[in-house]
């Protein structure tokens, strides 16, 4: 089956304690990026990446590393998470095809930082 | 920068009824426009998209949208709506400049009741 896989679905953490959510697409996808969803906000973009070992900032980086050596994984990294990056948390892939925009997304991570 | 607007927090809507959920948008160059559905505790489904041609487009689970450029709006529609069809909708915008960001609105919540 197609699909984009997060772990943990759920992490419940403290102040300045590191933490990695993963992240892993079957689809062969060159794309991939991670959002953040908090209410009233929608999703915004953290980081992406147009390919392995291509990465950029989206509009809200800060406090967050990513990295892509495979073209399969994309961990989102949180050297020293802070209360404010309590959130529910997105990984999306899609190809890099003409037409072909439409992103897959992952079944979402709730991260709380206390 | 692109970026979509959904005017209603909450849009509530009779079993059986249509159902439309507005969205307009802000974006220079070609408008590549999708509708995304989040059901509770599920992440976000891909349910139709706008690239070119036709203004109206039909996707997933009997939904529609019309793209209207002079009113820069491309808003959901589904003829006759189930209770089933009860969960988050999110409106977005592809980044036109080949990073495939989407900018996305705050979403709308459609309750249908029986």
Redesign the interface.
């Known amino acids: 089956e197609a699909q984009v896989t997060q772990n943990p679905r759920y992490l419940i953490t403290v102040t300045g304690k590191k933490l990695t959510v993963t992240c892993s697409q079957n689809m062969n996808h060159e794309y991939m990026s991670w959002y953040r969803q908090d209410p009233g906000l929608g999703l915004r973009q953290i980081y992406y990446s147009m390919n392995v070992e291509v990465t950029d900032k989206g509009d809200v980086p800060e406090g967050y590393k990513v990295s892509r050596k495979e073209k399969r994984n994309f961990p989102l990294i949180l050297e020293s998470p802070s209360p404010n990056q309590t959130s529910l948390y997105f990984c999306a892939s899609s190809p890099h095809e003409e037409g072909a925009y439409e992103q897959y997304f992952g079944p979402g991570t709730r991260l709380t930082v206390t | 920068a692109q970026s979509v607007a959904q005017p209603e927090d909450q849009v509530n809507v009779a079993e059986g009824n249509p159902l439309t959920v507005k969205c307009t948008y802000s974006v220079s160059g070609n408008p590549?426009l999708?509708w995304?559905v989040q059901y509770p505790?599920?992440?976000?489904?891909?349910l139709l998209?706008y690239?070119t041609g036709d203004n109206l487009v039909k996707g997933s689970y009997g939904f529609e949208a019309e793209f209207n450029k002079s009113q820069t709006s491309f808003h959901l529609k589904k003829p006759s709506a189930l209770v089933s069809d009860s969960a988050l909708y999110?409106c977005?915008v592809?980044d036109p400049y080949g990073?495939?960001?989407?900018a996305?609105?705050?979403?709308n919540q459609v309750v249908v009741i029986p």
Not at chain 2, 41 to 46: K, S
Not at chain 2, 99 to 102: A, S
């Open positions: 590549y999708f995304y505790n599920r992440g976000l489904q891909f998209k690239i999110f977005a592809r990073n495939n960001r989407l996305f609105g705050k979403g």
